[in-house]
């Protein structure tokens, strides 16, 4: 009895302790959460794309907390708006930074907004990771690229173009709008048709400003190169909304996929969701992730994001797997690494491989790139895209082009004895420039 | 002539009992069979060369359903189905005889893929089966195929086309297709020089695209008759090179026009600044979309006429709107030009933001009715329908506006506010109410706008954006205060804008025409159309 009445007040007491554990734990959570930035832009030009990687981040930290948060710790989203203005891209970093204190950040499309952050984030020593695939030529030590680098995308895709598959191409033509990812790439495409032998009258490249919407001069173009009697294609890195009316004249114009195939960069399932895409089946895409690609994976990932968003109509696409596998990989480091301190952060990093919603793993490399699968995907009726190509293995991200002249000496590894994001191997010094 | 007709009635028979003696269904079925186990493109254009290779038109139905994306391997069974997607199972049918059989789950059966490379050679394939098609625009379609893709073996069945072909322009097309079999055969010389020559008529850019190859791939007289074709046909393009560049720039400037005529009457007539001019064409093209969802759900069958039911509700929504902000903002700020820009600024921006709250950031699909879809030819002009009609809309719009301004009591009161306010106002006329009214005439025509708009651009909160600095400059260089000026703007900076582009790209011929604008700006300060006497100075 005496027994049995030590062991109820040592149940008793267990008790007690616990519950107040179990209070205090709250109280304890509130003041000290771990803070992640969003960078992403709500209104403006840029909102119509950015606006989705806001909410696919406040997706992926919902589930990490309900899984029980990062170091025991609660994660707390700290969502900005830098506008679509790119100097306010630099503010809203730095307000991020040094007043919310965050332990890293999420964020930028364009890459102007990603130049204009870049000299905060090293000043102020913290992370950002960048969902967006972009034209290479730059490797910093506080930045990880979870997009494609040209090598992802561009040069696999002109690739399948060349190949029996694709419709053995000899002509193209390089659309583009005018800003700094378009010229850059295309430079890059340039020098690798030429390497590949394609002649320079074979090559139409032109330029149109962001948001253009009288395509009809372009497409006419396009018509009169491709009937040179040589099969054409047109290689297109036109951004965000002067794709709609870009298309929309296309399949006014008759041009059907068979004859001159366009192959996109920068065409996804949302920018497909506000058009008919019955006249453009069989235009071309290429990306590293499909909504379509059927994996377990990607199956739970739609049905949490339908589930987030609260409409099952809201396509999913490749930028927000970048931002799933790059989030991942900072819970993954900074578990390994026990602190969110950025500098062991970064270290932490490389090496980290998560799974990615095609049916692989995406490893950090030490060029802060990542390896992914390379998928070429036709249009379909439903306004989704099918597999048609998929690279057989994974491919690693080259930031340094190998097909320019200022840039194919350059490397980047900023594991420690080297620490160098551009050091040029022909020189062995530390400090080559690139193209831009 | 009786001669003809017999032989190719015997031709027809012959080919009629070939084409049933070809193969029976079995053999059709044992074909079609493989595709369940093709693995990869190479392997499934394979059986599609097999297929085709008999000549049965009884093929064509499986190989259209494939080119579509509609054949499917049933996993349990590897049969093959084609099929129809209906929510989340598939209508399957048999493949050769299209008789239902039963539906599955998608998880059940997989989709046998096609690319670009198969579409082709599918497309290929069913050209040379349905030469003999009731319908001529799929004699049509089968010629045009048969002329992009040349190959020897395809001069038998055209022979025998041509022989049964009644109508005169399929006919034409037949002798076109033909010529370009013979010019990849090895005919002698003398017919590959009619051949040229026949191509060489037909005179558009596949004729240049198909005698290019053949220049390259010939010797002597051949290559020669090729280049100088070449040649001639490119002298009179050049022609209608120019011409198109007119059309481009006439339905440029349409497109202007319709933006800008309603800042016509708000900054033109009535010297308001409206920053968020833009936006009321936005939520016309937002209207429109609002229509299209409701037919969509509700009345699938009139989506032909959404634009129509559009048209005056955009007007409605636009001009509320521009009525509340002339009540709300402007009205405290006429003759204070810059707090008026900045207030509806702000406007702008308030409204671009609660249009992003209700329909959210991503661009909404709004469809193009059939009438507005496609294009059609004039001699070797493409002229797509959506913007003639953007044309013919954008000037019935301005003549109805002229009338308004001109003949109805109401322009009356609208013109004699702006010359003179206050003898206006002296003469009984409710200055305030005409104010407002204007302003919402000129906010509604800026909403149907919106509802053509819609269906060249995206519908997105930033629509308004794209509008708002070319407007200005449309009226600017008008003349403020004149609709005909803007009318001649508008065409005159389209076709300025259109001859530039060709030679200067759009980034530099943009520029080029800014520049222009403001030097001429600098010579006439008021613009083509300036108006004169004592309302000016006001």
Redesign the interface.
């Known amino acids: 009895m005496r027994g049995n009445f030590s062991t109820i007040t040592k149940m008793f007491s267990a008790s007690v302790v616990a519950a107040g554990l179990l209070m205090s734990a709250p109280a304890k959570a509130a003041d000290d959460t771990i803070k992640v930035g969003i960078l992403h832009s709500l209104s403006g030009t840029m909102a119509i794309s950015e606006t989705t990687l806001k909410d696919a981040m406040l997706m992926l930290i919902d589930e990490q907390n309900a899984k029980g948060g990062l170091l025991g710790k609660k994660l707390e989203a700290v969502v900005v708006d830098p506008a679509s203005n790119w100097p306010l891209f630099a503010e809203k970093a730095r307000e991020l930074i040094s007043k919310d204190k965050v332990a890293a950040v999420f964020g930028c499309w364009t890459s102007v907004s990603r130049k204009s952050v870049l000299p905060v984030f090293s000043e102020l020593d913290n992370i950002l990771f960048y969902p967006v695939q972009y034209e290479g030529e730059e490797s910093e030590r506080n930045v990880f690229y979870t997009g494609a680098a040209p090598n992802q995308q561009a040069i696999p895709a002109v690739d399948y173009l060349m190949s029996e598959d694709g419709g053995s191409v000899k002509r193209w033509v390089l659309e583009g709008t005018d800003y700094v990812y378009p010229r850059t790439t295309n430079k890059i495409l340039e020098a690798y048709l030429k390497a590949k032998g394609v002649a320079a009258e074979d090559i139409m490249v032109n330029y149109t400003p962001f948001g253009f919407s009288d395509w009809q001069t372009e497409v006419s173009a396009i018509k009169k190169f491709g009937s040179a009697g040589k099969k054409t294609a047109v290689v297109s890195t036109v951004n965000g909304d002067a794709n709609v009316p870009f298309y929309k004249e296309l399949g006014n114009q008759g041009i059907k996929a068979e004859d001159i195939p366009v192959m996109a960069f920068s065409v996804g399932e949302e920018e497909l969701a506000g058009l008919d895409t019955a006249p453009l089946v069989g235009h071309l895409a290429a990306w590293n992730y499909f909504e379509s690609v059927d994996t377990p994976e990607n199956k739970k990932f739609i049905a949490d994001w339908h589930k987030f968003i609260k409409n099952d109509k809201r396509t999913t696409n490749d930028p927000m797997e970048a931002h799933y596998i790059g989030f991942n990989m900072w819970v993954k480091a900074v578990e390994k690494a026990g602190t969110t301190d950025p500098d062991k952060v970064i270290d932490a990093m490389i090496g980290v491989s998560v799974p990615n919603l095609t049916g692989g793993y995406s490893t950090m490399m030490p060029n802060h790139h990542i390896t992914k699968p390379v998928l070429i995907g036709e249009i379909q009726a439903d306004g989704q895209f099918e597999t048609v190509s998929r690279t057989p293995g994974l491919v690693m991200g080259d930031e340094w082009s190998d097909y320019l002249p200022d840039s194919k000496d350059l490397i980047s590894d900023w594991r420690a004895p080297l620490s160098c994001g551009n050091f040029n191997v022909a020189t062995g010094k530390c400090g080559g420039k690139g193209t831009n | 002539m009786n001669l003809f007709r017999a032989i190719g009635l015997t031709l027809l028979f012959l080919l009629a009992t070939l084409s049933s003696s070809g193969a029976s269904e079995a053999d059709l079925r044992g074909i079609i069979a493989k595709f369940a186990t093709a693995k990869g493109?190479?392997e499934i254009g394979a059986v599609v060369h097999e297929l085709a290779a008999i000549g049965d038109p009884a093929v064509e139905r499986p190989l259209a359903a494939l080119a579509d994306?509609n054949l499917y391997v049933r996993k349990v069974d590897s049969l093959v189905f084609a099929g129809k997607?209906a929510g989340e199972t598939v209508q399957l049918s048999d493949p050769l005889s299209g008789e239902a059989s039963g539906e599955a789950a998608k998880d059940d059966i997989t989709k046998i893929?096609v690319?670009?490379?198969l579409?082709?050679v599918i497309?290929d394939a069913l050209g040379t089966l349905t030469l003999g098609a009731k319908d001529p625009a799929v004699r049509i379609a089968a010629a045009d195929t048969m002329f992009?893709t040349p190959d020897a073996a395809n001069i038998g069945p055209l022979d025998t086309a041509i022989a049964n072909e009644s109508v005169a322009s399929v006919k034409a097309l037949l002798e076109q297709a033909r010529a370009a079999s013979v010019l990849v055969s090895d005919r002698p010389d003398a017919d590959k020089l009619a051949a040229v020559a026949l191509i060489g008529a037909r005179g558009d850019?596949?004729a240049?695209?198909?005698?290019?190859?053949v220049e390259?791939n010939s010797a002597d007289a051949v290559k020669q008759a090729a280049t100088a074709a070449i040649a001639n046909i490119n002298s009179t393009l050049a022609f209608w090179d120019a011409g198109?560049?007119i059309w481009?720039g006439i339905?440029?400037g349409s497109?202007l026009l319709l933006a800008a005529i309603g800042l016509a009457i708000t900054f033109g007539v009535m010297g308001v600044i409206n920053m968020a001019h833009g936006e009321m064409v936005m939520l016309g093209a937002y209207t429109t979309f609002v229509v299209q969802q409701v037919i969509r759900t509700s009345f699938p069958d009139l989506f032909d006429w959404s634009l129509v039911i559009a048209l005056p509700l955009a007007f409605l929504v636009s001009a509320l709107v521009g009525l509340i902000i002339e009540r709300g903002v402007i009205r405290f700020l006429y003759g204070r030009p810059l707090e008026t820009l900045l207030a509806t600024w702000g406007v702008s921006?308030i409204l671009?933001?609660a249009v992003?709250s209700i329909f959210?950031?991503?661009?909404?699909?709004v469809?193009?009715p059939s009438w507005m879809?496609?294009?059609f030819n004039v001699g070797q002009l493409?002229i797509?329908?959506?913007?003639l009609w953007i044309l013919v809309f954008a000037l019935t719009v301005f003549a109805v506006l002229l009338y308004v301004m001109k003949r109805t009591p109401w322009g009356l009161q609208m013109r004699a506010v702006t010359a003179n306010r206050r003898m206006a106002a002296s003469m009984g006329i409710r200055t305030p109410w005409v104010d407002a009214l204007t302003f919402a005439l000129g906010s509604g025509i800026a909403g149907i706008a919106g509802v053509a708009l819609s269906q060249?651009?995206?519908?997105?909160?930033?629509l308004g954006?794209?509008y708002i600095i070319d407007s200005f400059m449309v009226v600017v260089f008008g003349g403020v205060g004149n609709l005909w000026g803007t009318l001649v703007g508008a065409f005159s900076l389209g076709i300025v804008n259109?001859f530039l582009?060709?030679y200067a790209?759009?980034?530099l011929g943009?520029i080029v025409v800014l520049v222009l604008i403001i030097l001429f700006i600098q010579k006439r300060p008021r613009g083509l159309f300036a108006l004169k006497g004592r309302a000016v100075e006001a």
């Open positions: 493109f190479s994306g997607e893929k690319n670009n490379t579409r082709r497309r992009k850019r596949d240049v695209s198909l005698l290019t190859s390259a198109q560049n481009y339905s440029l497109v921006l671009q933001q992003r959210g950031p991503t661009n909404q699909e469809g193009n879809s496609g294009s493409a797509t329908w959506n913007r060249i651009d995206n519908v997105s909160p930033n954006r794209g259109k582009e060709p790209g759009a980034v943009k």
